[in-house]
């Protein structure tokens, strides 16, 4: 398909008045002008598609619920810009996170006609402190163990994309040395560690900041601990900008601290996403949705999100003071490297087309995945 007269953010830099040409998935070209009949798209925004790599579930279902829910649930994830996503899960046994990674590895070599791709799964747990656990249930988690981790993953290894772990726990350098030698990105999470055990890992491999400043302990003057050394070192942090869970003014901290390229918008979306308000459950945890806002029955913590991508894009656009083309680069380029996948997140020639036509609020239009478009604004 060859899309004229858009204005397409090309390569993670800048926007360009150009004609798109893709064929077979790809794009094969890019500039003024191109030669033949397509699309007039009337000069509109043409993004990458946008990448969730935290992400446990919407529309009543989540990513542990076994293939035909991870299927309905990407299937539903066009119309908000996504076009691929990381599955998280987590908050069981052995056996039955197993079972979820067998559901979600299926669909991710079978990918779902109409639907986002499933890059892989990131595992939250079940190796995490059992303090600042957040929606975690604490009988799901486990001390670090290599004969449970095998037994837990068995031939869905090369599904793994991320690994959310506590720094503090006995065994985390190791795992951390393993999983990075695989090409899997390890982050901190849910952890009360501090700013030195933290550094100390980075050199270990982990690179990555789960939900930086929730379930972590607070930073201090004297005691920076983890958002502390996320601040301050070389990691890539994630950050859940729906109005909630973390004030525009450490938003607009974290846009002057960090290298944009080193910041990566998530949604950490739970079941209750695109729902009504009411009872839900994240594995063993129920949780209230009131008000658009998810927490847990008995402690009222919150409990994940019902953010949606493209909110976020624009809540981070408005508030942080970032420019409008870092905030791309941080729903698209950075979860794609953080992914490990170098063919998405960017317009060039060679890149997978998965890509969203926004309007100038960038609230998505059109989104096309593999080069078919699987969902229009009507």
């Known amino acids: 398909m060859?899309?004229?007269n858009t204005r397409a953010f090309i390569n993670g830099e800048a926007f360009e008045a150009v004609d798109v040409l893709t064929e077979n998935g790809v794009i094969t070209n890019i500039g003024p002008d191109l030669c033949g009949d397509g699309r007039d798209m009337g000069g509109m925004l043409l993004l990458p598609g946008l990448i969730d790599v935290h992400t446990h579930g919407r529309m009543g279902l989540g990513y542990s619920d076994g293939e035909s829910a991870v299927r309905a649930i990407v299937r539903d994830l066009p119309k908000t810009?996504?076009?691929a996503v990381c599955a998280a899960i987590g908050g069981a046994g052995a056996a039955a996170i197993h079972a979820a990674l067998a559901g979600v590895d299926a669909v991710r070599k079978s990918p779902e006609a109409g639907g986002a791709q499933v890059l892989g799964a990131h595992l939250e747990g079940p190796f995490l402190a059992d303090t600042n656990l957040g929606a975690i249930a604490r009988d799901s988690l486990h001390s670090?163990?290599?004969a449970f981790y095998r037994e837990m993953v068995?031939?869905?290894?090369d599904a793994i994309r991320l690994v959310s772990l506590s720094p503090e726990l006995p065994g985390a350098a190791a795992l951390t040395e393993y999983l990075s030698a695989r090409g899997i990105t390890v982050s901190a999470a849910h952890s009360s560690c501090t700013y030195e055990t933290l550094m100390a890992l980075r050199n270990a491999g982990l690179t990555h900041i789960t939900h930086l400043f929730n379930a972590m302990v607070p930073l201090h003057h004297r005691a920076p601990g983890l958002p502390g050394a996320a601040l301050a070192g070389d990691f890539t942090v994630e950050l859940i900008c729906d109005g909630v869970h973390l004030h525009q003014g450490i938003l607009q901290l974290v846009s002057k601290a960090k290298d944009p390229k080193q910041i990566c918008l998530i949604t950490d979306a739970t079941q209750g996403t695109g729902m009504p308000d009411g009872e839900y459950a994240l594995g063993?945890?129920?949780?209230i949705v009131k008000n658009g806002i998810a927490r847990m029955k008995e402690t009222g913590a919150l409990a994940g999100s019902t953010l949606e991508l493209d909110?976020?894009?624009r809540h981070m656009m408005a508030v942080s003071g970032a420019k409008t083309e870092d905030v791309i680069n941080m729903a698209t380029l950075v979860p794609a490297r953080e992914a490990g996948q170098t063919d998405r997140g960017r317009i060039a020639c060679g890149c997978?087309?998965?890509l969203v036509f926004f309007d100038e609020a960038f609230f998505p239009i059109e989104t096309i995945v593999q080069g078919e478009t699987v969902?229009?604004?009507?």
């Open 311 to 313: 909110a976020a894009l």
């Open 144 to 146: 670090i163990d290599m």
């Open 375 to 378: 969902w229009q604004k009507h």
């Open 81 to 83: 810009g996504v076009t």
């Open 284 to 287: 063993s945890t129920a949780f």
């Open 2 to 4: 060859l899309y004229k």
């Open 154 to 157: 068995g031939k869905h290894e």
């Open 352 to 354: 997978r087309a998965d």
